[in-house]
């Protein structure tokens, strides 16, 4: 599986986007990326993937760059509750076999 | 539709013993793969069952074995146990098959060894 670089930490005012990028420089075609979080404590939670074209969903957006090297997530009003490790990891599709790397800490304040 | 469950949600060990960690998939699931989580490894793959078969397996040492139930309930068990065992092991369960699955995480299994 391909490797990911993500920020260790970022911060984010409650309401506002929180937008966390991940490099995946070495990706292959038949690899998707794909978003989990961690809540302190709790196991993690599935929020998003995609191949190539952009995905919405109820939680966040992902938008993939046209040479698939990177990819961002985007929660569009972060608040208190969005404050959790996300972890960006590219796998193949059945990826029953997930590589976490050491994630972002996202911190959302008042 | 319930979530997946991990029993025990606490245990406490000692050095030498062996243990065995349960987990029931969301209904319908049909995979189930285990990861460990400690401070300095982070999260780890451990092996993955896929119709009571071990379909992926990490780079643990045999101590660490699984296996599965035609009920996809997946039980894990460490034997001859070690002080670097105390970790949060945590289990997945997901539709499986080949096509693009989602994984959804149980609340874990926290270990002490001591």
């Known amino acids: 599986d391909a490797k990911t670089t993500q920020p260790p930490s970022m911060d984010c005012a409650e309401g506002r986007a929180a937008n966390l990028p991940c490099n995946h420089s070495t990706i292959s075609g038949n690899e998707y990326v794909y978003w989990y979080r961690q809540i302190h404590s709790q196991g993690p939670q599935y929020i998003i993937h995609?191949?190539?074209n952009n995905e919405t969903n109820e939680m966040a957006s992902l938008i993939i760059t046209e040479d698939r090297k990177s990819s961002t997530l985007i929660l569009p009003h972060a608040t208190l509750r969005d404050t959790a490790v996300y972890y960006c990891i590219v796998s193949t599709g059945t990826a029953s076999k997930l590589t976490f790397g050491t994630g972002t800490r996202l911190q959302v304040t008042l | 539709k319930a979530g997946v469950t991990q029993t025990p949600r606490y245990l406490i060990k000692t050095r030498g013993q062996q243990v065995t960690l349960s987990c029931s998939p969301i209904s319908g699931h049909r995979s189930v793969s285990w990861y460990q989580q400690t401070p300095g490894q982070g999260l780890q793959f451990l092996f993955e069952?896929?119709?009571?078969?071990?379909?992926n397996k990490g780079n643990f040492p045999g101590r660490f074995s699984g296996r599965q139930f035609s009920n996809s309930r997946s039980e894990m068990n460490v034997s001859t146990l070690e002080l670097g065992d105390s970790a949060l092991y945590l289990c997945?369960?997901?539709?499986?098959?080949?096509?693009?699955?989602?994984?959804?995480f149980g609340p874990g299994t926290r270990l002490t060894v001591t």
């Open positions: 995609g191949l190539k």
């Open positions: 997945a369960s997901s539709l499986g098959g080949t096509g693009v699955y989602e994984q959804y």
């Open positions: 069952y896929f119709s009571e078969t071990q379909r």
